[in-house]
């Protein structure tokens, strides 16, 4: 079946390095790309988000780039910080749906 | 401005047994959806709530139900606990604005239940 799915399970960097976090999605219909933190204990938390006429979209120390001829995603979290250690999902909705669908995720481990 | 808050935070069953959880969304948002995490996974979704309806919902069995009230508040009610049934119960809304174009953008969450079925 379709699926949202992640490449590694587990990254860790040091702090100040530069982390990216990829997804696989093979649902070709998926228009909408979403990326959430959830750290400890505490509910996802959005970051940043993509839709499917673009291939790039910054934020505050995060970039989202979409590749769609391979249906892939990533998240590039610049000059990484210990705070930004937790869980990062990517999630795809299909168009004209509320719901997104969410990926295993990918625990994010940042080294003083 | 409370953010989502769901009720209790945590609490253990037995097999068998019921369990109501609650959630009250953000000021402003009428759309309540509930998802369930096991450990280590993503959250599965398991219906949403619109105007007091079942708009849509994921693949649950009917033992999961839920409910919408008038100030846009939410229960979810789970039926003849199973084991597998542990987890941590998220409640997220989103308002009107995030339903404009495609896609639902931003979906707010709150801390999650934790049920512990024994």
């Known amino acids: 079946g379709e699926s949202v799915g992640l490449h590694l399970p587990t990254l860790s960097v040091q702090e100040g390095d530069n982390s990216i976090i990829n997804c696989a999605y093979s649902n070709s219909a998926s228009d909408y790309f979403i990326w959430y933190k959830q750290e400890s204990g505490k509910g996802p938390q959005f970051i940043i988000d993509i839709r499917s006429n673009m291939d790039k979209r910054q934020g505050q120390r995060v970039t989202v780039l979409l590749n769609k001829t391979v249906k892939h995603l990533s998240l590039q979290i610049a000059a990484t910080q210990p705070g930004d250690s937790a869980v990062y999902f990517c999630?795809?909705?299909?168009?004209?749906?509320?719901?997104?669908?969410f990926g295993r995720g990918t625990s994010l481990i940042v080294h003083p | 401005d409370a953010g989502v808050t769901q009720s209790p935070t945590h609490l253990i069953k037995t097999r068998g047994q019921q369990v109501t959880l609650r959630c009250s969304p953000k000021?402003?948002?009428?759309?309540v959806s509930w998802y369930q995490q096991a450990l280590g996974q993503g959250p599965q979704f398991i219906f949403q709530y619109y105007e007091e309806e079942e708009r849509q919902r994921g693949n649950f069995p009917d033992r999961f139900s839920g409910h919408q009230f008038p100030n846009y508040s939410s229960e979810l009610n789970v039926n003849a606990l199973l084991l597998g049934d542990s987890a941590l119960y998220l409640c997220?809304?989103?308002?009107?604005?995030?339903?404009?174009?495609?896609?639902?953008?931003?979906?707010?969450f709150g801390e999650g239940s934790r049920l512990t079925v024994l």
């Open positions: 000021s402003g948002h009428d759309t």
């Open positions: 999630a795809e909705n299909k168009p004209g749906s509320y719901i997104p669908t």
């Open positions: 997220a809304s989103s308002s009107p604005e995030n339903r404009q174009g495609a896609g639902i953008g931003e979906l707010f």
